[in-house]
């Protein structure tokens, strides 16, 4: 409930005025009226009278809402609301619209067979609004009799064409107008040679709260630093924006963020370039024309550093680097990340941000982070909350709640449904006591295999290989991602395999477990493709120990397979298969100690490899076909 009744108009409408009439340029050419509200500071009328509003009430068929009725007896009207009403109806211009802009015809052509009551109630408004515009730019104002709240105020809507958007709606006439006075200020504040310095109690406070706002957010009051830094946004106040930028992309609030001219200013770049540039690389489709627009101003150098920078982004090879601890913790967080721990990567960036100093006064937070392919990932909104709310940049303030860690402990993780239900198959080999590096030499032929830089899967999946020439339909080179899989396990990762044929599998386990003890899964229990099935073989100094394959609804196992692992006890019935393989999973996770880091391989970006063939060569009589390539 809002008092609008209770509302100083006469101290507003002053103040308004007054900030009008100081920053007109002296000598400039306006109209008699406009020159008599400047020297008289004063851009209304005089105050309606009881009769007079009584009399327009009658002529109406309706009572007015309170906060307009309450404006009248200041101000019989008022000129300049905003920056394209010229002037606002007082008691004697006010009247009904009914349509007389033919916009009621216009918006229901657009409404089809479906339109909802509101999209209906919304078109209709031409047709019963109370008319405020008298003269304007083509803009509309109308007060709405059926949009009516407890306090029995009635909504404001206002239309331009020329805005190319639809009709805003304002809860009241008070709202409306604060608006118009926000519009004003967010007009004047942009720099012009010709105007006087446009200056006032309002700018002073509201500057004096942008700089309190920006001491709030570094110790860690990032909402309401947010708020006032909106507010002050509202008013067109410098800085607001390229701070209130800041918040937002931490947020996950990327498509509008544009840092208002930081991203270019050689003070700054180095921290808010390359997030700029990376969501431009991210929705660009490689047509860069509009990566531009965000760099006027910046002079040449920091242009070339601009298209520098995309190229790195693109090609994935971007490293954000910071100066003095923090910058030490940025390297440490890129090497656990890039092996899978992202949880770990984000509590060293976390713990070493107290020790962060910022380039300068507009400077809130680390951002360059968020487009290094390593670190960027470990960016969620509850981790960005986490980051804002912590102090930084020499302020004090409570540390936060640690953001829960998105790893889970084990492997049941990879029977839940993934977004969209994608993921159907998978397969991956954990080895004991080797780090990742050393998987290619136990997983894939040759010793000149090396890993790729860090990439999602997408991405390297639309890469080909480099040194690939021939591809026969009888291989089956997995394409697997490696990281560490806790204490004294790597893993390689294969989250859409080929589809599985027990009759030409070869298990890579003993290969895999020279010298030490491997582990390899192979799981379609859920797939769409043909019948489900599940491969678990383990192997100790190069020799299989123990095997079993369910497939086609039997199971066939070799060894001596630990009780707990007993395929009997998981296969009695697949009434629910993703039961069996959380089962399953849960049971595997118990023996080995092992896990796989679910946000690293679903979300981040992990060094790759192709292995060797997960299928035997073809015998006599087999057909398949070879492509080579020159």
Do not use: C
């Amino acid at each position: 409930m809002t008092d609008t009744m209770a509302f100083d108009w006469r101290s507003f409408l002053l103040r308004w005025s007054g900030e009008w009439a100081d920053s007109l340029p002296d000598g400039e050419g306006r109209s008699e009226d406009d020159e008599a509200a400047r020297q008289s500071r004063w851009l209304g009328f005089p105050p309606a009278s009881e009769e007079r509003i009584a009399a327009m009430e009658e002529r109406l068929g309706r009572r007015i809402p309170p906060s307009y009725r309450e404006f009248l007896k200041v101000s019989d009207g008022w000129r300049h609301a905003g920056g394209f009403v010229w002037l606002l109806a007082g008691t004697g211009d006010a009247h009904w619209h009914n349509n007389e802009s033919g916009l009621a015809d216009m918006f229901e052509e657009y409404l089809d067979e479906d339109a909802g009551a509101e999209e209906r109630r919304e078109s209709d408004i031409w047709r019963r609004g109370l008319q405020l515009d008298v003269e304007s730019d083509i803009t509309h104002v109308l007060l709405d009799p059926e949009d009516v709240d407890e306090d029995g105020e009635w909504a404001v809507y206002t239309w331009a064409s020329w805005r190319a958007a639809p009709p805003e709606r304002h809860p009241h006439f008070l709202a409306f107008m604060r608006d118009m006075h926000r519009e004003f200020h967010s007009l004047r504040a942009q720099p012009n040679d010709e105007e006087p310095v446009f200056a006032n109690d309002t700018t002073r406070k509201l500057d004096a709260q942008v700089e309190e706002a920006r001491l709030e957010a570094l110790r860690g009051g990032w909402e309401r630093a947010g708020a006032a830094l909106e507010e002050a946004k509202g008013y067109g106040r410098p800085r607001a924006v390229g701070l209130g930028d800041q918040i937002r992309r931490l947020l996950g609030q990327t498509s509008t963020v544009y840092f208002d001219g930081l991203a270019t200013d050689r003070q700054y770049a180095a921290e808010l370039l390359p997030p700029l540039v990376a969501e431009h690389a991210a929705h660009s489709y490689r047509d860069d024309s509009t990566l531009t627009l965000h760099l006027r101003g910046a002079d040449d150098d920091l242009v070339s550093l601009a298209y520098a920078t995309l190229d790195q982004v693109r090609n994935g090879t971007y490293r954000y680097t910071a100066a003095g601890p923090f910058g030490q913790a940025v390297e440490r967080a890129r090497e656990l990340a890039r092996w899978g721990d992202t949880d770990g990567a984000w509590r060293t960036l976390i713990n070493a941000l107290p020790l962060w100093e910022p380039l300068g006064p507009d400077h809130l937070a680390p951002l360059g982070w968020v487009a290094d392919p390593v670190l960027g990932p470990l960016l969620t909104p509850e981790r960005g909350r986490e980051l804002l709310s912590t102090p930084r940049g020499g302020q004090t303030g409570e540390a936060p709640r640690p953001a829960a860690g998105l790893d889970t402990s084990g492997l049941a993780w990879l029977a839940e449904p993934d977004p969209g239900n994608n993921r159907t198959s998978y397969r991956f080999v954990l080895v004991e006591g080797v780090e990742p590096e050393g998987l290619p030499g136990r997983l894939a032929d040759g010793d000149g295999t090396v890993l790729t830089e860090p990439m999602a899967f997408w991405e390297a999946r639309h890469r080909p290989p480099h040194d690939q020439r021939e591809f026969s339909s009888y291989d089956d080179r997995a394409l697997m991602a490696v990281g560490r899989a806790g204490t004294g396990w790597s893993f390689a990762f294969d989250g859409d395999p080929a589809p599985f044929d027990p009759r030409r599998f070869v298990s890579p386990a003993a290969a895999a477990g020279a010298g030490t003890r491997a582990v390899v899964v192979w799981s379609g229990l859920r797939t769409w493709h043909g019948e489900p099935f599940f491969h678990l073989s383990v192997a100790r100094d190069g020799v299989e120990e123990y095997a079993f394959t369910y497939a086609a609804g039997e199971v066939r196992s070799s060894g001596e397979i630990p009780q707990a692992l007993d395929p009997s006890g998981f296969f009695g019935g697949l009434e629910d298969s993703a039961e069996v393989e959380r089962s399953l999973l849960e049971a595997l996770t118990a023996e080995f100690g092992a896990h796989l880091p679910r946000h690293a391989i679903m979300n981040g970006r992990l060094h790759m490899f192709a292995t060797r063939s997960w299928t035997r060569p073809p015998r006599d009589g087999e057909t398949y076909a070879v492509i080579r390539m020159h």
